[in-house]
């Protein structure tokens, strides 16, 4: 009797556990296209921004003479990497009205790699680090003062 | 008690305190929420001192290490359930460690990603093939020390001090450039787990038998918890202090774990740079040996089968081979190019959940006068054990609802 309920248990249990796998794979598979969500956006822009402040201050950093070598360039090519896989986020269609503000954040993070392949093969150019450290610094102002409107 | 011991004891267990855990959480939580986390801190160390004693004392009464304990307390399906679980945050713990030194290894010397986690690997089983559990701890724990360099630099940031002691007392975020209520809930469990986490008190009072202490050594397990675990707070203090200093209200998320090491050449330059990188290499390489040497030490200890570093590997195969496997298979998940913080984010919310199960058979003991005798705890002890556990049972379950519903602390 123990036995017989513990199987019956045990299928139930089964059975479950494959419709909910089921169910996930259907929502996954039947996803339509959807415009960003506003949060999503945030999201992706207070990580672009964060990126940017961080690169501004490695390169006044580097200007200061604080930092190695080797901390520099790894440091400059991993924010590198983040900024292109946050900017892969972006691709995603930007909701109806807002398709500029998802644009000209497409533009800037293109900007911030721009500057940190730029700082990472000038490490030792004090001018050259002062005025991408600028831009970085603009970019990242604007990064975090950018929003779209929940729909 | 040979003074030089008790010295080398208590200096190995601060450096041996901080891992990538609590690197990671400190340094973010003090960029998200300035200096709000303090109290986690304080409260978080005050539970491992707590734990870390009672798993000493009852090692050397009971001379039973921390999973024989559990084995014999919890019901065995249960019982099973714990080991898979605690193997598995091993090997998560493990991996964020081995990426993580091979990542700190990069910051020092440059070269290739993968070369260089295959050389803190190979560094790292070399390190506990051949040398015995007392210096294994004494390099790690001394050369972790130079991350007494985030003090200095906490200090020389010139911190709001009023700010910094009000961060002592427990207050929800009402900074505006603070996250929500969730993200700041995710980091306090984060950052009381990451303190807390399970593996710190298997690797202690396995570590307590394996050097043969006896109840004559009770002065050694206490000072060596106490002030250890204190002084390593301190650092934990010093970390949350620098991460907020440099980074709050800056719109930084120190993601990357070279960005933990940025406030240190802010403050001090290039020399300072390296000589935290250095103590983050080896605290952290630390927290890799004892993971992996925790891990044999829980499947030897719950099939009952031989263990210890002191035993040849054909005396003890099944420990020998759940610490070498561990490092093997946290090495080939290091290898897929997993990012070593993201890692470590699931190893402390999941080690959270196992928390209440590691805990709970050692308050049972330690408590219970016909095994522990005179050295059972007291009503004081006791209670406070009781309030940590609760404690850690809500955290418990709090951690994965929190980590879904603020996608990782990123809200």
Request: aromatic share 8%.
């Amino acid at each position: 009797m123990a036995k017989a309920a513990r199987e019956a248990a045990a299928y139930a249990v089964g059975a479950l556990v494959a419709l909910a796998v089921l169910a996930a794979l259907y929502v996954r598979a039947a996803a339509m296209p959807e415009p960003m969500a506003a949060d999503e956006f945030s999201r992706i822009t207070r990580q672009l921004a964060s990126d940017a402040h961080e690169a501004e201050r490695l390169a006044v950093a580097l200007t200061r003479s604080e930092l190695t070598r080797n901390y520099g360039e790894y440091q400059h090519r991993h924010i590198g990497e983040d900024v292109s896989d946050t900017r892969k986020k972006l691709d995603a269609p930007g909701p109806a009205g807002d398709e500029a503000v998802v644009e000209r954040a497409r533009a800037l993070a293109g900007r911030l790699a721009a500057d940190l392949e730029a700082a990472r093969l000038r490490m030792s150019d004090h001018d050259a680090l002062e005025r991408i450290a600028e831009d970085e610094a603009r970019i990242g102002r604007e990064l975090a003062a950018m929003q779209i409107v929940p729909q | 008690m040979n003074p030089l011991d008790l010295f080398l004891g208590i200096m190995s267990a601060i450096g041996g305190n901080v891992d990538m855990g609590q690197l990671v959480f400190t340094i973010e939580g003090g960029a998200q929420f300035g200096y709000m986390l303090l109290w986690v801190a304080v409260v978080g160390s005050a539970g491992i001192i707590l734990f870390a004693e009672m798993s000493g004392r009852v090692a050397v009464v009971t001379k039973k290490p921390a999973f024989a304990l559990m084995r014999d307390e919890l019901a065995r399906p249960l019982g099973l359930a714990v080991l898979a679980a605690s193997a598995g945050v091993n090997l998560l713990t493990c991996t964020a460690n081995i990426g993580g030194a091979a990542l700190v290894l990069q910051l020092l010397f440059g070269g290739e990603e993968r070369l260089m986690m295959l050389v803190a690997a190979g560094l790292l089983l070399a390190a506990l093939l051949f040398l015995k559990l007392e210096p294994i701890e004494r390099i790690f724990g001394l050369l972790g020390l130079a991350l007494v360099v985030f003090c200095f630099s906490a200090v020389a940031a010139s911190p709001d001090w009023t700010r910094v002691g009000s961060g002592f007392i427990p207050q929800l975020p009402s900074d505006a450039r603070m996250p929500g209520l969730a993200v700041y809930a995710y980091y306090v469990v984060g950052l009381f787990s990451a303190i807390l986490m399970p593996y710190e008190v298997h690797f202690y009072s396995s570590g307590a038998l394996e050097q043969g202490w006896t109840p004559k050594q009770m002065a050694s397990n206490f000072s060596n918890s106490v002030v250890g675990f204190t002084l390593g707070g301190v650092l934990t203090v010093a970390l949350i202090v620098s991460g907020a200093a440099a980074f709050f209200g800056r719109s930084i998320d120190p993601h990357l774990l070279g960005t933990t090491a940025l406030p240190v050449a802010l403050q001090l330059g290039a020399k300072g740079l390296l000589l935290a990188l250095v103590g983050m290499l080896f605290a952290v390489g630390g927290a890799a040996a004892e993971t992996a040497l925790a891990n044999g030490y829980a499947i030897a200890q719950y099939f009952g089968r031989p263990w210890g570093e002191g035993r040849k590997p054909r005396q003890a195969p099944v420990f020998y081979a759940g610490w070498i496997g561990l490092v093997l298979a946290s090495l080939a998940i290091a290898l897929t190019g997993v990012a070593p913080v993201e890692v470590v984010d699931y190893s402390v919310l999941f080690a959270v959940v196992v928390l209440p199960f590691t805990y709970w058979p050692l308050l049972a003991v330690a408590r219970d006068r016909s095994k522990m005798g005179e050295h059972a705890n007291g009503p004081i002890v006791d209670a406070f054990g009781w309030i940590f556990l609760a404690l850690i049972t809500a955290c418990a379950l709090a951690a994965i609802p929190l980590m879904i519903a603020t996608h990782m602390g990123r809200g």
